[in-house]
């Protein structure tokens, strides 16, 4: 699948997408010169270059009529993701959401037939994902 990431997607996410997607060509829009294209065009556009795929922030996009139906004439996939949270910690956030989800997402979209939405979950930032240990209070099994 040819995998097009919109100008509002974090430019860093694009070196590793394109080794977690090894099969799969993942373009980021600043790459291939349409940063400066309108949302109206780039659809369009994309799906003329063949793009099967576009991520995007873009949550106002479908709340407008005319962007809602230059997306619905594309046939294209979108892919979609909110960032919530603010500075570096929303950014990585945002970033890992993104990485852990792809994978899963492009092989899905490989088994379907039309177009389809996806809203990729974020990482919840209230839950811990590591735990810390003090091995001179409770060492661990190996420490000892």
């Given at each position: 699948m040819l995998i097009l990431l919109d100008e509002d997607v974090p430019h860093q996410v694009i070196d590793v997408?394109?080794?977690?997607?090894?099969?799969?060509?993942?373009?980021?829009?600043?790459?291939?010169?349409?940063?400066?294209?309108?949302?109206?065009?780039?659809?369009?556009?994309?799906?003329?270059?063949?793009?099967?795929?576009?991520?995007?922030?873009?949550?106002h996009q479908m709340s407008d009529p005319d962007e809602c139906r230059d997306v619905r004439k594309s046939g294209l996939h979108r892919v979609s993701y909110k960032h919530r949270g603010k500075g570096l910690p929303g950014l990585a956030l945002a970033t890992a959401s993104i990485i852990a989800a792809m994978p899963d997402i492009i092989v899905e979209l490989e088994k379907t037939e039309g177009q389809r939405l996806v809203e990729i979950t974020q990482i919840d930032a209230r839950h811990r994902r590591y735990t810390i240990t003090d091995p001179n209070r409770n060492p661990p099994k190996y420490w000892r």
């Amino acid at each position: 699948m040819l995998i097009l990431l919109d100008e509002d997607v974090p430019h860093q996410v694009i070196d590793v997408l394109q080794h977690v997607l090894r099969q799969h060509q993942v373009d980021h829009i600043h790459g291939i010169g349409w940063s400066k294209k309108k949302d109206h065009f780039v659809y369009k556009d994309a799906k003329q270059a063949g793009y099967d795929v576009i991520v995007t922030n873009d949550d106002h996009q479908m709340s407008d009529p005319d962007e809602c139906r230059d997306v619905r004439k594309s046939g294209l996939h979108r892919v979609s993701y909110k960032h919530r949270g603010k500075g570096l910690p929303g950014l990585a956030l945002a970033t890992a959401s993104i990485i852990a989800a792809m994978p899963d997402i492009i092989v899905e979209l490989e088994k379907t037939e039309g177009q389809r939405l996806v809203e990729i979950t974020q990482i919840d930032a209230r839950h811990r994902r590591y735990t810390i240990t003090d091995p001179n209070r409770n060492p661990p099994k190996y420490w000892r």
